[in-house]
């Protein structure tokens, strides 16, 4: 397998309840090719790798250690006031997460973790592809743990 065939996986479990009657827009990355070089406002989520190390050796398997992070862009703005009604997504991000450990089999497991430990970090202004204003929102950092034995064979 390759992120490829997982990541948008990832990306479907962020089409949360919005708060307000509708749900978060996760842009896909593969399956539709919908990545956004900039976002007009409405609540989504854009979902990227940062890292991945891989771990193989000539008899044992072959595994693929993948970090990356989500942008939750929620609000047209970076006023605090909003502050009280986002802070309700935390637990809507980590229950999305939670339900799918391993997205739908494609991968051994998918976990919210940070490089510093946070799982959400936020609410935070965030800025996206030139936007004018900073839009109030989550960074939630995830691990995925993939294992790609047969995708390729390590030699001497």
């Not at 948008?8 to 842009?27: A, C, M, Q, Y």
């Not at 190390?53 to 703005?77: K, R």
């Not at 204003?133 to 390729?152: Q, S």
Request: aromatic letters at 12%; charged letters at 20%; a negative charge.
């Amino acid at each position: 397998m390759a992120i490829e065939s997982w990541i948008d996986e990832i990306t479907k479990l962020w089409e949360i309840d919005d708060g307000r009657g509708g749900t978060v827009k996760s842009f896909r990355v593969f399956e539709v090719a919908e990545f956004p070089e900039a976002i007009e406002f409405t609540p989504c989520a854009i979902t990227y790798p940062t890292d991945v190390t891989s771990q193989y050796s000539l008899g044992g398997p072959l595994i693929d250690y993948w970090q990356g992070q989500t942008e939750f862009h929620l609000f047209d703005n970076a006023s605090k006031a909003n502050i009280p009604e986002a802070i309700r997504f935390i637990a809507r991000i980590r229950n999305a997460a939670a339900g799918s450990m391993k997205l739908n089999g494609t991968v051994d497991h998918f976990l919210l973790r940070g490089e510093e430990g946070a799982s959400v970090e936020g609410p935070v202004a965030l800025s996206y592809g030139g936007a004018d204003e900073p839009r109030l929102g989550f960074i939630v950092y995830w691990n995925v743990k993939e294992n790609v034995t047969g995708d390729y064979t390590p030699s001497i």
